[in-house]
């Protein structure tokens, strides 16, 4: 039996594109095994029993040192397209000065807010140079103190000069 090479290539194009259909997932961040931090109680859990049940937290606040945030995330790619964001979960577990949970919120992808960034420009003082300008700006000029100055000899000559 044997196979043109037009069926070959053919063939193999279909193999190449049916692979770029295939997503590639990856997970960001807190990995759960058996139990999600969801399932953290409150007034019950301390800081060292979450400690030991889920480990350290991605995050712990900024302003508040008694709030930690674990946080996970499912990218799916496609191809060379960019990663898409699946799923998102963050975990607040926020403790009382004693070390107790006081509270547990769960934020998923549908809670996030876009932010708009906004593209403004901080006005410089000076004036603006063309390319010609740059490049042609030092031609004819010498650098500062360097005429009349018999110290300093180009070329690495150094001190003064013997009469």
């Not at 931090?37 to 019950?44: K, N, S, Y």
């Not at 979450?50 to 191809?79: A, C, D, H």
């Amino acid at each position: 039996m044997q196979i043109s090479f037009p069926k070959l290539l053919m063939t193999g194009c279909a193999v190449i594109l049916a692979s770029a259909c295939m997503p590639i997932s990856r997970n960001h961040g807190f990995v759960t095994s058996k139990e999600a931090p969801g399932d953290i109680e409150t007034g019950v859990d301390t800081k060292t029993t979450v400690l030991s049940r889920f480990g350290n937290p991605s995050i712990t606040g900024v302003f508040e040192k008694n709030k930690w945030y674990y946080m996970s995330e499912l990218r799916e790619q496609l191809g060379y397209l960019r990663p898409q964001t699946k799923t998102r979960t963050i975990t607040a577990v926020a403790f009382s000065t004693e070390g107790i949970v006081d509270d547990v919120s769960v934020y998923t992808i549908k809670d996030g807010n876009i932010v708009s960034l906004v593209g403004r420009k901080t006005p410089t003082r000076g004036r603006e140079l063309s390319i010609m300008q740059q490049l042609l700006g030092g031609v004819g000029r010498l650098p500062q103190g360097t005429l009349g100055d018999n110290q300093n000899l180009p070329g690495g000559a150094g001190g003064p000069r013997r009469q």
